[in-house]
């Protein structure tokens, strides 16, 4: 079961990096004229039309990994990586889960800020609550992965 | 969807308490309650690892300070409507930004063996 876990967590992390990733290039790097090339279009898309999936992946990958995953992860993971010494690895990870708090603890202000009609007064506020959301999703994500390829699947 | 006029004041002061109150529970280990692993357990406040195995404190951590800025962001509803609109919105991106060079040198022990 815990596998199946596992690879939920996975694509909900894959859909929630695409999804933080387009809204934060389309308000960093906004498209000004009709997008042509790939990278264009990635970042002509209509940015609020992501913030509730943002807020429920972000909210649905926590709880797989935190809820679920996070205690065997204590048991059978993190011992051995304690015994062959790899600490800068356990460093990031135990990073990602506090990285992980302090995003959860901007969502009620990130879906506000980004509610219809958009105020050009909060744009800066709805732009770093957005690149904070990017950095930790992107950090996350890697880090996982990281960890992941280190312990090896099913071993 | 119809949104209570006080939630941003709510969502500014939710965002700042809870990252302040959570860097203090990891800081000074202020677990609401601990989850025991070996025995699958629940304790009350912090307790010591059972039977060898770690015990878990991030759960507490996160109840702590859950109950604390759900209680901030509502008390911040309840103050007079004219105080809260000066209240600045980027607080609620510059306090949990700041939180996260605070976990980095919390955990530079990690990096620096």
């Not at chain 1, 990031?92 to 007064?121: C, N, S």
């Not at chain 2, 404190?57 to 800025?69: C, K, P, V």
Request: glycine residues 6%; contains cysteine; aromatic residues 16%.
């Amino acid at each position: 079961m815990l596998t199946v876990f596992l690879i939920v967590h996975g694509l909900l992390a894959v859909a929630l990096l695409g999804a933080i990733t387009h809204q934060a290039l389309s308000v960093w790097w906004p498209a000004r004229k009709p997008a042509g090339s790939f990278v264009g279009r990635f970042r002509s898309v209509p940015a609020t039309s992501y913030t509730n999936a943002i807020v429920v992946l972000f909210l649905c990958t926590a709880f797989l990994g935190g809820v679920l995953i996070y205690p065997d992860f204590r048991v059978s993971v993190r011992p051995p990586l304690e015994q062959l010494g790899l600490w800068p690895a356990l460093g990031v990870f135990d990073l990602k889960e506090h990285f992980t708090v302090v995003g959860m603890a901007t969502l009620p202000a990130y879906w506000y800020f980004w509610r219809q009609p958009l105020t050009g007064q909060h744009a800066r506020t709805r732009a770093m609550l957005t690149a904070l959301l990017a950095f930790i999703v992107w950090w996350n994500f890697l880090v996982g992965h990281i960890l992941n390829d280190i312990r090896g699947f099913g071993s | 969807m119809t949104v209570p006029r006080s939630f941003p004041v709510f969502a500014i002061v939710f965002a700042v308490a809870y990252s302040v109150v959570y860097v203090i529970s990891v800081w000074k280990n202020y677990a609401l309650f601990t989850y025991h692993l070996a025995t699958n357990e629940f304790a009350l406040g912090v307790e010591k690892p059972k039977e060898g195995v770690p015990a878990m404190y991030w759960y507490g951590w996160l109840a702590t300070s859950t109950i604390a800025a759900s209680a901030a962001g509502l008390i911040a509803c309840w103050l007079p409507r004219r105080l809260m609109e000066r209240l600045w919105s980027g607080w609620s991106w510059v306090v949990p930004v700041c939180a996260i060079p605070v976990f980095c040198y919390m955990l530079r022990n990690y990096f620096l063996r």
